[in-house]
Nanobody, 126 residues
Framework: QVHLVESGGGLVQAGGSLRLSCAAS????????LGWFRQAQGKERDLVGS????????YYLDSVKGRFTISRDNARRRMYLQMDGLSPEDTAVYYCAASSAVSSAGPHQASLYTYWGQGTQVTVSS
């Protein structure tokens, strides 16, 4: 069992930065692929990016490539999402997720992720 809690969301102006954190419990955390998803109001939940269990590979949604960076610290059971160059289109609830089905990074669909956090709101003003 893995319990996930996100933090770091908030209100930021366009062009600004935020760093989201995801704190995890559960010993199997270090073997799971992890992902950040986001869901804007009235839209589907989309994968923003994912990271392999060993941090050797990452995957990013095209629209965030070069602006967002995913990292993880297995010893501390943490995952991070550094978001730079934010735009109003990035406004959404951001969720961290862990997959017991895959250990690699990739455009995995949400159904492959077993554990989810409660989400943290990111709002970017123009």
């Amino acid at each position: 069992q893995v319990h996930l809690v996100e933090s770091g969301g908030g209100l930021v102006q366009a062009g600004g930065s935020l760093r989201l954190s995801c704190a995890a419990s559960g010993r199997a955390f270090s073997t799971y692929a992890l992902g950040w998803f986001r869901q804007a109001q009235g839209k589907e939940r989309d994968l923003v990016g994912s990271i392999s269990w060993d941090s050797r590979s990452t995957y990013y949604l095209d629209s965030v490539k070069g602006r967002f960076t995913i990292s993880r610290d297995n010893a501390r059971r943490r995952m991070y999402l550094q978001m730079d160059g934010l735009s109003p289109e990035d406004t959404a609830v951001y969720y961290c997720a862990a997959s017991s089905a895959v250990s690699s990074a990739g455009p995995h669909q949400a159904s492959l992720y077993t554990y989810w956090g409660q989400g943290t709101q990111v709002t970017v003003s123009s």
